[in-house]
Nanobody
């Protein structure tokens, strides 16, 4: 069974950088894609970016293009989200997800709060 464990996040000021990690365990051979999403207070969960098992990246959220970078270390079964030039509007709970045929598993979420 696929499981995800996120780490990183916390408090930041505008302009700061943070990096998240998401460690994949169990059923890793079935995962074809991983990604990040976030949910701001009072809003729906929005997808940020995805990365396939072949390393193909897709940035879905326009507001983070050029600031956030998704990457993956297949040897360590770990996915990362490097976030630069953080803004107060980046404040949200960040979730990683892993996609296998017919299944999407979510991490527990990490709170990020960016102050002006």
């Amino acid at each position: 069974q696929v499981q995800l464990a996120e780490s990183g996040g916390g408090l930041a000021q505008a302009g700061d950088s943070l990096r998240f990690s998401c460690v994949l365990s169990g059923g890793t051979a079935n995962v074809v894609r991983m990604g990040w999403a976030r949910q701001a207070p009072g809003k729906e969960r929005d997808f940020i970016a995805t990365i396939t098992s072949a390393g193909i990246r897709n940035y879905v959220m326009d507001s983070v293009k050029g600031r956030f970078t998704i990457s993956r270390d297949k040897v360590k079964n770990t996915m990362y989200l490097e976030m630069n030039d953080l803004r107060p509007e980046d404040t949200a709970i960040y979730f990683c997800h892993a996609d296998a045929p017919g299944e999407r598993v979510w991490g527990q979420g990490i709170q990020v709060t960016v102050s002006a």
